[in-house]
């Protein structure tokens, strides 16, 4: 069936360093992809998104980029901070309504 | 509070007992969705609804599941002769469009 791909599963880097997610959705209907963040035991919550008319969007340290023909698009986050640590989801539109969610990344940012 | 709630947040019960969440959407949304999330995993799309009618429902939903939103407002999501298979979070989350979704806190359930 249809679903996302999410790469890596774990992530860890040093505070100031940049860190990347990358994803691969397969439903060819898709065209809007958001960004949750997930800290524990907390609600996901919205950090970013693009629609699939754009092939790049920033927002200060966040941006995303989308390759449609490829079907992939990447989470970029810089100069990491400690507070950036938490549990990251890429997300997908379905045709009909509601979002594929990946597995998650969960990222550890070392101070 | 103005954001999506959801009511219990926990839940234990015995294997075979039925339980029922609600959820309350942020008021002016017009579109809820139910996910499943199991630890160390993405939520999964469950079932969505559009004002009081429900468009879609995934094959993940078995007989034993149903949701209603009657009045296009609150909804419930029932779940008749729980097995220990449907220990999860369950969220809900609402939007305006199709795109941002808001959500819950979730409630946890625990099947014994």
């Known amino acids: 069936g249809e679903n996302v791909e999410q790469h890596p599963s774990t992530l860890s880097v040093q505070e100031g360093d940049s860190a990347v997610i990358k994803c691969t959705y397969s439903?060819?209907?898709?065209?809007?992809f958001p960004w949750y963040k997930q800290e524990l035991g907390k609600r996901p919550q919205l950090i970013i998104d693009?629609?699939?008319?754009?092939g790049e969007k920033k927002d200060q340290r966040i941006a995303v980029t989308l390759n449609k023909t490829a079907k992939h698009f990447s989470l970029h986050i810089t100069e990491t901070q400690p507070e950036d640590s938490a549990v990251y989801f890429c997300?997908?539109?379905?045709?009909?309504?509601?979002?594929?969610f990946g597995s998650g990344t969960k990222l550890n940012v070392k101070p | 509070d103005t954001g999506v709630s959801q009511d219990p947040r926990h839940k234990i019960t015995k294997r075979g007992q039925n339980v029922t969440f609600r959820c309350d959407p942020i008021s002016e949304h017009n579109r809820l969705y139910w996910y499943r999330q199991t630890l160390g995993q993405g939520p999964e799309f469950l079932t969505y609804f559009q004002n009081e009618a429900q468009l879609e429902k995934s094959r993940l939903l078995s007989d034993r599941f149903s949701a209603e939103r009657p009045k296009g407002s609150f909804s419930t999501l029932e779940i008749q002769r729980t097995e220990q298979g449907d220990s999860a979070m369950y969220l809900c989350a609402s939007s305006s469009d199709f795109r941002e979704q808001f959500f819950g806190p979730g409630t946890r359930l625990t099947v014994l």
């Open positions: 693009i629609r699939s008319n754009v």
């Open positions: 439903d060819s209907a898709s065209n809007y």
């Open positions: 997300a997908a539109s379905r045709r009909a309504g509601g979002f594929y």
